[in-house]
């Protein structure tokens, strides 16, 4: 696992120089503390940071061949070992054990048609001097990042993270208001767009080609696709993809940990990595001070039936005040939820215990409908011809509104008008409605002008052309994967707040062959008529897990979100991010609104998901642009440690570097 960038060159004789490199390894050395290396030449030049997962003492890039092809590549492709006895039969060699080296050699050979060999999660860039032409590639549900702008002289600039680009000193950092404001919609900015203005996001399943100065293609190259059987996959295949998922999600020259919410997912990874390992499991969980949030009760009764080293990390409001900041900083995007942070500090405490690889459970429940989201849908079509299906909507979301407030015409009337019966989003307008809380403190310049261009049409304009001819709950579960899963759970929650200490996540249940055959189950093998749930995955956890965690209903997982920033010992900045002059500096929100949401929060008020998303959408964007846009923006200093490897690419040589 690394951190990536690079840049080329519109003008084939111009250089990149290594301080500008040094720069951006510095940028992303989070992501990569092991060590860096870099490649220079003329025309280009390419820094990585690495995070040693396989071949430790071999496995530095980047990476080139005898040809002079070069990559750099952050991920894991996990069948890399079939991969290398299949180029083996073929008369190719190689020098290394990565799967890095692989992917560059299985690339030379077959070009862009590889990508479908590679099970597992990855960004990379692969350069082909002779052609001039550099490849950027992400994988199919964009678990790893890749930003990319170009320069005032027309170069491209390249790196895992946004603040590669800006270290550079040839991009920079302002607002984009399209893409703030697509985290004020649906969570997170989609790509292309991100929260900078002319930074994009390669989006997940994508790849771009640049050629001498042009971008001369860039596709889709994997996307979800549903086409549900009358029978589908049967449990035995279930429990053989799994199984297979999770061995080789195990792979690795240092030991695989798990995180272990308590829940359904989390338990049943769990449960076969301990199967398929040939060591003393390591589990890891996030417990709250307030029990309202508290899963720790379920989490240790998983970790002792199955005999797991559990650890557990005690959170309370102050940890997340006090993180939240740096949160900010490397997720390099406003939130809408404090989340993330409990998962940041969980990532550090992992690391502290020598564990820098973990699996977790993210994407069972948008495979097989686990959310509540999927449940609401079938009482929200039902109800178009029978009211009294409104009622039962009445049980789904306790959580989001205070304890003892009683519910009735107002919260169904929500439900039922959110969205036009024939929306293409009609399952996501709810989210849409509730999150877009935030967007009633914006200035009304800001408003005015985000009219003009709003998110959820940009969607509607974006969707695949198989969209029309799926099912509402196949709909819903492609948007969950491209709105939710992929900008907000795998990168906010997932990729940075991991990364931001040298840890790796890894995904089971998101490897390809999973999605395919739960793409093709019928529908109530994921939700059935009495709205049961992962009804599938239940019965394979039942095989492996006590009954009672099998059937354990889920409990979403949150963070406490207004509290952490009102209590007596909150931190200083707080009020100061919030003060009249800080919000007109940053030029989004209305103070004189903003002042009165602090007051409700101040009071103990503000107790709904709504405000709470509010405060946590204002505050993190006031944090983001001072870090990035305002004027005490980072300033990026040169790495100063060697590095390991050192590639000069306008002389020829073996496949590596010098070291």
Same mark, same amino acid.
């Given at each position: 696992?690394?951190?990536?960038?690079?840049?080329?060159?519109?003008?084939?004789?111009?250089?990149?120089?290594?301080?500008?490199?040094?720069?951006?390894?510095?940028?992303?050395?989070?992501?990569?503390?092991?060590?860096?290396?870099?490649?220079?030449?003329?025309?280009?030049?390419?820094?990585?940071?690495?995070?040693?997962?396989?071949?430790?003492?071999?496995?530095?890039?980047?990476?080139?061949?005898?040809?002079?092809?070069?990559?750099?590549?952050?991920?894991?492709?996990?069948?890399?070992?079939?991969?290398?006895? %299949?180029?083996?039969?073929?008369?190719?060699?190689?020098?290394?054990?990565?799967?890095?080296?692989?992917?560059?050699?299985?690339?030379?050979?077959?070009?862009?048609?590889?990508?479908?060999?590679?099970?597992?999660?990855?960004?990379?860039?692969?350069?082909?001097?002779?052609?001039?032409?550099?490849?950027?590639?992400?994988?199919?549900?964009?678990?790893?990042?890749?930003?990319?702008?170009?320069?005032?002289?027309?170069?491209?600039?390249?790196?895992?993270?946004?603040?590669?680009?800006?270290?550079?000193? %040839?991009?920079?950092?302002?607002?984009?208001?399209?893409?703030?404001?697509?985290?004020?919609?649906?969570?997170?900015?989609?790509?292309?767009?991100?929260?900078?203005?002319?930074?994009?996001?390669?989006?997940?399943?994508?790849?771009?080609? &640049?050629?001498?100065?042009?971008?001369?293609?860039?596709?889709? &190259?994997?996307?979800?696709?549903?086409?549900?059987?009358?029978?589908?996959?049967?449990?035995?295949?279930?429990?053989?993809?799994?199984?297979?998922?999770?061995?080789?999600?195990?792979?690795?020259?240092?030991? =695989?940990?798990?995180?272990?919410?308590?829940?359904?997912?989390?338990?049943?990874?769990?449960?076969?990595?301990?199967?398929?390992?040939?060591?003393?499991?390591?589990?890891?969980?996030?417990?709250?001070?307030?029990?309202?949030?508290?899963?720790?009760?379920?989490?240790?009764?998983?970790?002792?039936?199955?005999?797991?080293?559990?650890?557990?990390?005690?959170?309370?409001?102050?940890?997340?005040?006090?993180?939240?900041?740096?949160?900010?900083?490397?997720?390099?995007?406003?939130?809408?939820?404090?989340?993330?942070?409990?998962?940041?500090?969980?990532?550090?405490?992992?690391? %502290?215990?020598?564990?820098?690889?973990?699996?977790?459970?993210?994407?069972?429940?948008?495979?097989?409908?686990?959310?509540?989201?999927?449940?609401?849908?079938?009482?929200?079509?039902?109800?178009?011809?029978?009211?009294?299906?409104?009622?039962?909507?009445?049980?789904?979301?306790?959580?989001?509104?205070?304890?003892?407030?009683?519910?009735?015409?107002?919260?169904?009337?929500?439900?039922?008008?959110?969205?036009?019966?024939?929306?293409?989003?009609?399952?996501?307008?709810?989210?849409?409605?509730?999150?877009?809380?935030?967007?009633?403190?914006?200035?009304?310049?800001?408003?005015?002008?985000?009219?003009?261009?709003?998110?959820?049409?940009?969607?509607?304009?974006?969707?695949?052309?198989?969209?029309?001819? &799926?099912?509402?709950?196949?709909?819903?579960?492609?948007?969950?994967?491209?709105?939710?899963?992929?900008?907000?759970?795998?990168?906010?929650?997932?990729?940075?707040?991991?990364?931001?200490?040298?840890?790796?996540?890894?995904?089971?249940?998101?490897?390809?062959?999973?999605?395919?055959?739960?793409?093709?189950?019928?529908?109530?093998?994921?939700?059935?008529?009495?709205?049961?749930?992962?009804?599938?995955?239940?019965?394979?956890?039942?095989?492996?897990?006590?009954?009672?965690?099998?059937?354990?209903?889920?409990?979403?997982?949150?963070?406490?979100?207004?509290?952490?920033?009102?209590?007596?010992?909150?931190?200083?900045?707080?009020?100061?991010?919030?003060?009249?002059?800080?919000?007109?500096?940053?030029?989004?929100?209305?103070?004189?609104?903003?002042?009165?949401?602090?007051?409700?929060?101040?009071?103990?008020?503000?107790?709904?998901?709504?405000?709470?998303?509010?405060?946590?959408?204002?505050?993190?964007?006031?944090?983001?642009?001072?870090?990035?846009?305002?004027?005490?923006?980072?300033?990026?200093?040169?790495?100063?440690?060697?590095?390991?490897?050192?590639?000069?690419?306008?002389?020829?040589?073996?496949?590596?570097? =010098?070291?």
């Amino acid at each position: 696992m690394c951190g990536i960038g690079g840049i080329v060159r519109r003008d084939a004789a111009a250089a990149v120089d290594e301080p500008t490199l040094r720069r951006m390894a510095a940028a992303l050395r989070h992501r990569g503390p092991d060590g860096y290396g870099l490649a220079t030449g003329t025309g280009a030049g390419f820094v990585s940071t690495r995070l040693a997962i396989f071949d430790i003492p071999g496995g530095w890039q980047p990476i080139r061949t005898d040809s002079g092809s070069l990559i750099v590549y952050n991920g894991e492709v996990y069948n890399h070992p079939e991969l290398r006895v %299949e180029l083996a039969r073929d008369g190719i060699i190689t020098a290394t054990l990565t799967d890095t080296e692989v992917v560059l050699q299985v690339l030379e050979r077959d070009g862009l048609a590889a990508l479908d060999r590679l099970n597992g999660q990855f960004a990379f860039a692969w350069w082909q001097p002779r052609e001039r032409r550099l490849t950027l590639v992400r994988d199919r549900f964009g678990v790893r990042p890749l930003h990319y702008a170009f320069a005032a002289d027309g170069s491209l600039v390249f790196a895992s993270e946004a603040k590669g680009l800006f270290a550079s000193g %040839e991009i920079r950092a302002d607002p984009d208001l399209q893409g703030i404001d697509d985290v004020f919609t649906l969570w997170g900015p989609r790509a292309p767009r991100s929260p900078f203005a002319d930074v994009h996001q390669l989006g997940a399943g994508s790849l771009l080609v &640049w050629e001498d100065g042009h971008v001369v293609a860039e596709r889709t &190259w994997w996307r979800p696709e549903y086409a549900p059987a009358d029978t589908g996959g049967t449990a035995e295949e279930l429990d053989e993809l799994m199984r297979d998922s999770v061995r080789l999600r195990l792979r690795a020259d240092v030991p =695989v940990g798990t995180y272990l919410s308590g829940g359904l997912d989390s338990s049943l990874l769990t449960a076969l990595a301990q199967d398929a390992s040939d060591h003393e499991l390591r589990t890891f969980s996030v417990a709250f001070r307030d029990e309202l949030f508290d899963e720790r009760v379920h989490q240790e009764e998983v970790a002792a039936a199955l005999g797991t080293h559990h650890h557990v990390l005690d959170i309370g409001t102050a940890d997340i005040a006090d993180a939240f900041a740096d949160v900010v900083y490397h997720a390099e995007t406003p939130l809408i939820r404090s989340a993330p942070v409990p998962l940041y500090l969980l990532a550090q405490a992992t690391r %502290e215990h020598g564990i820098t690889v973990i699996a977790t459970g993210e994407g069972a429940d948008e495979l097989f409908w686990g959310y509540d989201l999927f449940k609401e849908l079938v009482l929200r079509q039902q109800a178009e011809h029978d009211e009294t299906a409104l009622e039962r909507l009445d049980a789904l979301y306790p959580y989001l509104s205070a304890p003892g407030a009683s519910r009735g015409p107002v919260w169904r009337r929500f439900f039922a008008e959110a969205g036009a019966a024939d929306d293409p989003l009609l399952s996501h307008q709810t989210r849409a409605a509730a999150t877009g809380a935030v967007k009633a403190f914006y200035r009304d310049e800001v408003a005015r002008e985000l009219i003009e261009d709003d998110s959820t049409q940009r969607l509607r304009a974006d969707l695949p052309a198989s969209f029309d001819g &799926w099912g509402a709950l196949e709909r819903a579960a492609y948007l969950e994967v491209r709105t939710l899963l992929e900008p907000y759970l795998l990168a906010a929650q997932g990729d940075r707040v991991a990364m931001a200490h040298g840890v790796e996540g890894r995904y089971p249940f998101l490897d390809h062959r999973v999605f395919e055959y739960a793409a093709r189950l019928p529908q109530e093998r994921k939700l059935d008529a009495a709205l049961h749930d992962k009804i599938a995955l239940r019965e394979l956890a039942a095989t492996v897990l006590p009954s009672g965690i099998a059937q354990r209903p889920k409990q979403p997982y949150r963070a406490p979100a207004v509290a952490p920033f009102f209590a007596d010992d909150s931190p200083a900045w707080i009020e100061e991010a919030l003060a009249p002059d800080s919000l007109r500096d940053s030029g989004l929100f209305d103070d004189r609104s903003v002042a009165g949401l602090v007051r409700r929060c101040r009071s103990g008020r503000a107790t709904g998901m709504r405000e709470g998303m509010a405060l946590v959408g204002i505050l993190s964007t006031q944090l983001w642009h001072e870090q990035f846009c305002g004027a005490a923006r980072t300033a990026y200093p040169e790495e100063t440690a060697e590095p390991k490897v050192f590639i000069d690419m306008d002389v020829k040589s073996a496949l590596g570097g =010098v070291t």
